[in-house]
């Protein structure tokens, strides 16, 4: 068993397994690592640093020697021989916590240099909607203001951004610290500023249901927002990664590498589509190696029909240490389905007249100077196929959910699909880099892209000297096979719906080529998986007679792929 935290007024140990440690409250202590780390960075790089007054420690026995200690599993500070606690936490919640141009400010995120205006506007989106979700965690202006970029293709981009005046990690130590005792409090109650989630059992009982800490792991979850990782889900949920935690010392080194760069590494739409991006820059930083890659822990916030008033937890995913196929697949998906910069086009005034020479992004805020309005369209189906590969399941197991169910698009609900049928290119070359585990996933989606382009062929002889119907029955043909396909129940149903299409179409290549590998994709076992690969074809069939999207009342001007 471990030993007993030591807290004494000359210093204070935090051990990684001390009694009660949970995920959360060690990622709190690596984000306080981090935060020592920023410190230290600064004052190698200023060392003029150490000289100042609202310097946690200060004075330092010497610019090299912080009076902390991070070690593996534990982290130790040291408060001096006329030893002032109280001081020296002020400090270090001053550098810790800070505001800066209306938006949270947390060095121990950052490294070296922070990020950008734009995506420290999106952390503060993910964190109101987590940690500071409720109103009486932050002071948030009542007006919102826009936050434009410049997105690149002369492109901008508008945030509304509600500026921070305070928040309660700031107030923090009033609730550590006993001024009338001169020393720390005997227990803290935790709520969800310090660890989303934890609330009080039952109102009625409130002194028995309460959730109280010992000032040691208080402190640690007071840094959980800095170690662990907030982002927004299209302003209405949001993500909380907590990283697995086994090396302080070396969480303290890579952990700025988690914390997004850019305005589209900021567009996530799921928990393993969170935590996989994130993995995917710890791979990429070079500041660890592929097998010590950390787990993490991925918890979804959002509105429950039983709790509006607060965001509850609705999804939690653990993904395992370490990389592998299954990482190498979601970069695969990453790049080939990545965030997009939509940009709208000018609203004219009646028929005939001349445009409009501004035009409003979707966050209502103009772009002037000739520059295009645009926001960001991430993708439908990233997010399964992260789900999936978090799981180590199939990238497109699920696949016919999608082609079926609808989302919340302002006051109406729309099919998902129809923004599936902009990421055709990308499907198509998902299907061609994926990993597969038999030859015959590749195959089946080769011979449903036969069968419908024999098929297109077939009307288009049929409609010749007539477009208006020759695209009636493309868009007919369609919206045959994918309810044929999407409705299927049992194994039968889904067997014939596709005998019916190849049927339908004539003999193919892939078919009198590829029929032995076929076969086991439409055993009983598996014809789910077989269903939705299936879709998938259908899905991303790019031909020249392809169905276009539903709703062409928006420019995709680029992919940003890399």
């Given at each position: 068993m471990a030993k007993p935290v030591k807290t004494t007024l000359a210093e204070l140990v935090l051990r990684l397994d001390a009694p009660g440690m949970t995920p959360i409250h060690r990622a709190g202590l690596g984000g306080l690592a981090s935060t020592l780390a920023s410190i230290g960075r600064a004052a190698r790089a200023r060392p003029s640093l150490v000289s100042a007054a609202d310097t946690p420690g200060h004075p330092w026995p010497n610019t090299s020697t912080p009076p902390w200690q991070v070690d593996a599993h534990q982290i130790t500070l040291r408060f001096g021989d006329r030893p002032n606690p109280r001081e020296f936490l002020r400090r270090l919640f001053a550098h810790s916590f800070q505001i800066r141009d209306g938006i949270i400010f947390l060095p121990g995120q950052y490294g070296p240099s922070p990020p950008p205006p734009e995506v420290r506007a999106f952390l503060q989106e993910g964190l109101t909607l987590t940690f500071l979700q409720h109103?009486?965690?932050?002071?948030?202006?009542?007006?919102?203001?826009?936050l434009e970029y410049d997105a690149g293709e002369q492109t901008v981009i508008s945030l509304n951004l509600k500026p921070c005046s305070w928040f309660q990690h700031q107030r923090f130590l009033d609730r550590l610290w006993d001024d009338k005792k001169d020393s720390f409090y005997q227990s803290v109650e935790i709520a969800g500023?310090?660890?989303?989630?934890?609330?009080?059992?039952?109102?009625?009982?409130?002194?028995?249901?309460?959730?109280e800490e010992p000032?040691?792991?208080?402190?640690?979850?007071?840094?959980?927002?800095?170690?662990?990782?907030?982002?927004?889900?299209?302003?209405?949920?949001?993500?909380?990664?907590?990283?697995?935690?086994?090396d302080l010392a070396a969480f303290a080194r890579y952990r700025p590498a988690m914390t997004p760069r850019r305005?589209?590494?900021?567009?996530?739409?799921?928990?393993?589509?969170?935590?996989?991006?994130?993995?995917?820059?710890?791979?990429?930083?070079?500041?660890?190696?592929?097998?010590?890659?950390p787990g993490c822990h991925a918890i979804r916030f959002g509105t429950l029909p039983w709790s509006k008033q607060q965001k509850s937890r609705t999804d939690?995913?653990?993904?395992?240490?370490?990389?592998?196929?299954?990482?190498?697949?979601?970069?695969?998906?990453?790049?080939?389905?990545?965030?997009?910069?939509?940009?709208?086009?000018?609203?004219?005034?009646?028929?005939?007249?001349?445009t409009k020479p501004e035009s409003r992004t979707k966050g209502g805020a103009r772009a002037?100077?000739?520059?295009?309005?645009?926001?960001?369209?991430?993708?439908?189906?990233?997010?399964?196929?992260?789900?999936?590969?978090?799981?180590?399941?199939?990238?497109?197991?699920?696949?016919?959910?999608?082609?079926?169910?609808?989302?919340?698009?302002?006051?109406?609900?729309?099919?998902?699909r129809d923004r599936i049928a902009r990421e055709k290119r990308g499907l198509n070359a998902m299907i061609k880099k994926m990993t597969t585990d038999q030859p015959g996933e590749a195959r089946l989606v080769e011979a449903v892209h036969a069968a419908l382009r024999c098929r297109y062929g077939q009307i288009a002889g049929e409609n010749r000297g007539n477009p208006i119907a020759m695209k009636r029955?493309?868009?007919?043909?369609?919206?045959?096979?994918?309810?044929?396909?999407?409705?299927?129940?049992?194994?039968?149903?889904?067997?014939?719906?596709?005998?019916?299409?190849?049927?339908?179409?004539?003999?193919?290549?892939v078919l009198q080529d590829s029929w032995q590998e076929l076969l086991p994709m439409?055993?009983?076992?598996?014809?789910?998986?077989?269903?939705?690969?299936?879709?998938?074809?259908?899905?991303?069939?790019?031909?020249?007679?392809?169905?276009?999207?539903a709703d062409d009342s928006q420019t995709d001007i680029t992919t940003n792929k890399e």
């Amino acid at each position: 068993m471990a030993k007993p935290v030591k807290t004494t007024l000359a210093e204070l140990v935090l051990r990684l397994d001390a009694p009660g440690m949970t995920p959360i409250h060690r990622a709190g202590l690596g984000g306080l690592a981090s935060t020592l780390a920023s410190i230290g960075r600064a004052a190698r790089a200023r060392p003029s640093l150490v000289s100042a007054a609202d310097t946690p420690g200060h004075p330092w026995p010497n610019t090299s020697t912080p009076p902390w200690q991070v070690d593996a599993h534990q982290i130790t500070l040291r408060f001096g021989d006329r030893p002032n606690p109280r001081e020296f936490l002020r400090r270090l919640f001053a550098h810790s916590f800070q505001i800066r141009d209306g938006i949270i400010f947390l060095p121990g995120q950052y490294g070296p240099s922070p990020p950008p205006p734009e995506v420290r506007a999106f952390l503060q989106e993910g964190l109101t909607l987590t940690f500071l979700q409720h109103g009486k965690s932050r002071g948030l202006a009542k007006e919102s203001r826009p936050l434009e970029y410049d997105a690149g293709e002369q492109t901008v981009i508008s945030l509304n951004l509600k500026p921070c005046s305070w928040f309660q990690h700031q107030r923090f130590l009033d609730r550590l610290w006993d001024d009338k005792k001169d020393s720390f409090y005997q227990s803290v109650e935790i709520a969800g500023p310090l660890n989303p989630g934890a609330v009080v059992r039952h109102v009625a009982f409130t002194s028995a249901t309460r959730i109280e800490e010992p000032p040691e792991n208080a402190l640690a979850l007071c840094f959980a927002m800095v170690g662990c990782l907030a982002l927004p889900i299209r302003h209405s949920a949001g993500i909380v990664l907590i990283p697995e935690i086994r090396d302080l010392a070396a969480f303290a080194r890579y952990r700025p590498a988690m914390t997004p760069r850019r305005a589209m590494d900021c567009l996530v739409a799921g928990a393993g589509d969170a935590a996989l991006q994130a993995q995917v820059r710890l791979r990429a930083s070079g500041l660890i190696d592929l097998a010590d890659l950390p787990g993490c822990h991925a918890i979804r916030f959002g509105t429950l029909p039983w709790s509006k008033q607060q965001k509850s937890r609705t999804d939690v995913l653990r993904i395992a240490p370490g990389g592998g196929r299954w990482l190498e697949d979601f970069e695969v998906a990453l790049l080939e389905l990545a965030p997009r910069i939509v940009s709208l086009k000018p609203v004219t005034a009646g028929a005939g007249e001349k445009t409009k020479p501004e035009s409003r992004t979707k966050g209502g805020a103009r772009a002037g100077g000739g520059r295009a309005a645009a926001f960001w369209s991430d993708s439908a189906v990233r997010p399964l196929v992260a789900d999936n590969l978090a799981r180590r399941l199939p990238w497109y197991r699920g696949f016919s959910r999608l082609m079926t169910a609808t989302e919340d698009q302002g006051n109406q609900k729309k099919p998902i699909r129809d923004r599936i049928a902009r990421e055709k290119r990308g499907l198509n070359a998902m299907i061609k880099k994926m990993t597969t585990d038999q030859p015959g996933e590749a195959r089946l989606v080769e011979a449903v892209h036969a069968a419908l382009r024999c098929r297109y062929g077939q009307i288009a002889g049929e409609n010749r000297g007539n477009p208006i119907a020759m695209k009636r029955r493309f868009g007919a043909e369609y919206d045959r096979w994918r309810l044929a396909f999407a409705g299927a129940k049992t194994a039968d149903q889904f067997r014939g719906a596709l005998a019916d299409m190849f049927s339908r179409a004539g003999p193919t290549q892939v078919l009198q080529d590829s029929w032995q590998e076929l076969l086991p994709m439409l055993a009983e076992g598996g014809w789910q998986l077989s269903r939705d690969l299936a879709l998938v074809g259908l899905a991303s069939y790019a031909g020249a007679e392809a169905p276009p999207p539903a709703d062409d009342s928006q420019t995709d001007i680029t992919t940003n792929k890399e």
